[in-house]
Structures are given as structure tokens and as C-alpha cells.
């Protein structure tokens, strides 16, 4: 099973993005898929979850501002950016739960104030 994040990149505080992942490989369903972020000299944390029925959670730093969700015929899962600040910058990594966890490689967000 391979993850593969895009749409990070450079934005002024404010902006948005858009992030994707796709997944491909030997996929019969997914669980669980969710975005972690890590900053520098910090630990990897978990953004936004949501499940197989489109139930979806968010970090209190990110709520009413980031909005996730997912494609489950294109095994696909996205994350909504809005209003960023510099605090979001980080790598983003998207993680799919189907009977291990699987990690994509990260895609870099950064928020210049």
C-alpha cells in the first residue's frame, strides 16, 4: 500500500490549500484516514481523523479552520486549508488505517506571516 501526499507549498498567513493523498496498492477497504502534522522540534500530531462513514474529529487548533474529508471510490483523502497561520506550518502526513497503519512521505506547508 503506497500514500502519497500533494498540494503543500508556500502561502501568506490567511491563505488556503488544499492537501490530497492518494492511496493505491492491494486495497480492499479502508478504516480509519487522517492528517498529522510535525514541526520542527516538535512531536508528529494528529490534525484531522475521519472514518469509513465520514465521521470526522479535529485538533482543537484546527477546528472551524480545516475541513477533512475523503473519496472512498478514488480511495482518496483530502484536507481543506483555510485562514492559515504560521502556526500550521509543518510537514503533513497522511495515514490510512486498513489492517496496519501506512504512512505517506509528508508534504511541506508553509505559512509566511
Known amino acids: 500500500v503506497r500514500l502519497v501526499e500533494s498540494g503543500g507549498g508556500l502561502v501568506q498567513a490567511g491563505g488556503s490549500l488544499r492537501l490530497s493523498c492518494a492511496a493505491s496498492?492491494?486495497?480492499?477497504?479502508?478504516?480509519?484516514m487522517a492528517w498529522y502534522r510535525q514541526a520542527p522540534g516538535k512531536r508528529r500530531e494528529l490534525v484531522a481523523i475521519?472514518?469509513?462513514?465520514?465521521?470526522?474529529n479535529y485538533a482543537d487548533s484546527v477546528k472551524g479552520r480545516f475541513t477533512i474529508s475523503r473519496n472512498n471510490a478514488k480511495n482518496t483523502l483530502y484536507l481543506q486549508m483555510n485562514s492559515l497561520k504560521a502556526e500550521d506550518t509543518a510537514i503533513y502526513y497522511c495515514?490510512?488505517?486498513?489492517?496496519?497503519?501506512?504512512w505517506g512521505q509528508g508534504t511541506q506547508v508553509t505559512v509566511s506571516s
Open positions: 495515514n490510512a488505517v486498513i489492517k496496519l497503519a501506512y
Open positions: 496498492g492491494n486495497i480492499v477497504s479502508i478504516n480509519t
Open positions: 475521519i472514518s469509513s462513514r465520514d465521521i470526522a
